[in-house]
C-alpha cells in the first residue's frame, strides 16, 4: 500500500486544472501558499464508493468529490472527518485504514493536503445536507464522472483496482 500512496503523491504532484503541467514542488513560491489540511472519507458499501456532486454556486460547482472537509485548529485528521461526515452526510463514521496521501498545488497558488481514510462501517442513514447530488457509485465506474482535479489520479487507481 505504501508504494501505491507514494505513487499516488507523485501522480498528484504534477496534476493540474486542465491539461497544463503544475508548478514544481520545489518551487520557492510554495512558502507562501495556503495549504488546507483536508480529511476525506472513502465510504464503501460492498464494491461501491459513496461520491458527492459539489453545488453550482460553490468553488469548483458541479464536480465531483469524495466527503471530508478542512481539519480544524487542534483536531485530528480522523476527527476532523468524523465531524466532516456528520456535518455532511448526519452520519456517525467509523473512521479506518489510512489510504492516500495527496498533495495538489492549484494554479490558483492555493494547495491542499490530502488525507483519505477509509469508512465501512457508520451509523444513521446517509442524508445529503450540503451537495448537489449524493450517490453510490461502482468503483470502475469512477473516471466516468468529473471530479476535482486533486482526486483525479486516485479516482484512476481506485477505478483499476490498486488501492482496495
Not at 465501512?120 to 469512477?142: A, M, S
Amino acid at each position: 500500500m505504501d508504494q501505491v500512496t507514494e505513487q499516488t503523491k507523485t501522480d498528484a504532484s504534477t496534476a493540474s486544472n486542465g491539461d497544463k503541467p503544475a508548478e514544481p514542488r520545489n518551487d520557492t513560491r510554495s512558502d507562501s501558499r495556503t495549504v488546507r489540511q483536508v480529511s476525506v472519507a472513502l465510504i464503501l458499501r460492498g464494491d461501491e464508493v459513496l461520491i458527492c456532486q459539489r453545488r453550482p454556486d460553490q468553488p469548483l460547482g458541479s464536480k465531483w468529490e469524495f466527503p471530508g472537509g478542512k481539519m480544524e485548529p487542534g483536531e485530528t485528521a480522523e476527527e476532523a472527518l468524523r465531524r466532516e461526515l456528520k456535518e455532511e452526510l448526519d452520519i456517525d463514521a467509523t473512521i479506518s485504514t489510512h489510504v492516500a496521501h495527496i498533495r495538489h498545488n492549484y494554479r490558483s497558488g492555493g494547495a491542499v493536503d490530502l488525507q483519505f481514510f477509509l469508512v465501512r462501517e457508520y451509523t444513521g442513514e446517509v442524508t445529503n445536507l450540503i451537495f448537489q447530488d449524493v450517490r453510490w457509485c461502482p468503483l470502475r465506474n469512477l473516471p466516468e464522472y468529473d471530479f476535482v482535479t486533486a482526486d483525479r489520479n486516485l479516482v484512476r487507481d481506485l477505478a483499476a483496482g490498486k488501492l482496495l
